[in-house]
């Protein structure tokens, strides 16, 4: 049983490139987050989708976009690099359809961003 | 609004107990915990939803105080395995996202 799988692992970016980053859950669940982790600042939301077919914005979603391709997949974009997007991203599901806030989130292993 | 946690970091022996404190400016409806260890992905410890009812899960458990707008997650007789970063999570009331504080890192000592 996989769980949340995110690739690249690593990657390392040249500012001004494109990249998506590619979530896929196993566990049927109804609800996909992105979010950013950087150092002393927590987990901050970047992008999620409640149910299938729909996505809304987070806390911090200036210079991203998303695309819940199916119940399973949930892909993260970034058009135009910039060195403020070297993060830590982790992708997680949720089994309850919404926000997040009632039900536990499972995490994937997470991709390593640099950008240059 | 993002939860306040305290403290930052703490450090113990094998065997002692910890108190970890998450505090809200807003009302609440759910508190999650998770935690991390280092290059690791969050995992989920328990979830407390509006109502007041303390969790426990081993010896990890856990509190909420609606009123407070704060949970506090206690650790006891702590292992070494116990080490790591802990987040909390607040959900508020009407479809608020959830909200995560920025850690408590947690290192056990033998």
């Known amino acids: 049983n996989a769980g949340v799988t995110q690739t690249p692992k690593f990657q390392v970016l040249k500012t001004g490139q494109s990249m998506t980053l590619q979530c896929a859950q196993d566990?049927?669940?109804?609800?996909m987050y992105w979010y950013r982790q950087d150092p002393g600042m927590g987990l901050r939301l970047i992008y999620y989708s409640a149910s299938e077919g729909t996505t809304d914005k987070g806390e911090v979603p200036n210079g991203y976009n998303v695309s819940r391709l199916n119940k399973r997949e949930f892909s993260l974009r970034l058009e135009s690099a910039a060195p403020s997007q070297t993060s830590v991203y982790f992708c997680?599901?949720?089994?309850?359809?919404?926000?997040?806030?009632?039900?536990?989130?499972?995490f994937g292993n997470g991709t390593r961003l640099t950008v240059t | 609004q993002q939860p306040v946690q305290s403290p930052q970091a703490v450090i113990l022996r094998e065997g002692e107990d910890a108190v970890i404190n998450c505090s809200s400016s807003k009302a609440l409806y759910s508190v999650h915990w998770y935690r991390q260890k280092h290059g690791e992905a969050p995992v989920f410890l328990m979830i407390?939803?509006?109502?007041?009812e303390q969790k426990g899960h081993e010896k990890i458990s856990a509190s909420f105080n609606e009123k407070k707008q704060q949970s506090s997650l206690y650790l006891t007789a702590s292992q070494l395995s116990y080490s790591g970063t802990y987040f909390c999570g607040t959900g508020g009331i009407g479809n608020e996202k959830l909200t995560f504080g920025t850690g408590t890192r947690l290192t056990i000592i033998p």
């Open positions: 566990m049927n669940h109804n609800s």
């Open positions: 407390l939803l509006k109502g007041g």
């Open positions: 997680a599901s949720s089994p309850g359809a919404g926000t997040g806030v009632s039900s536990p989130l499972h």
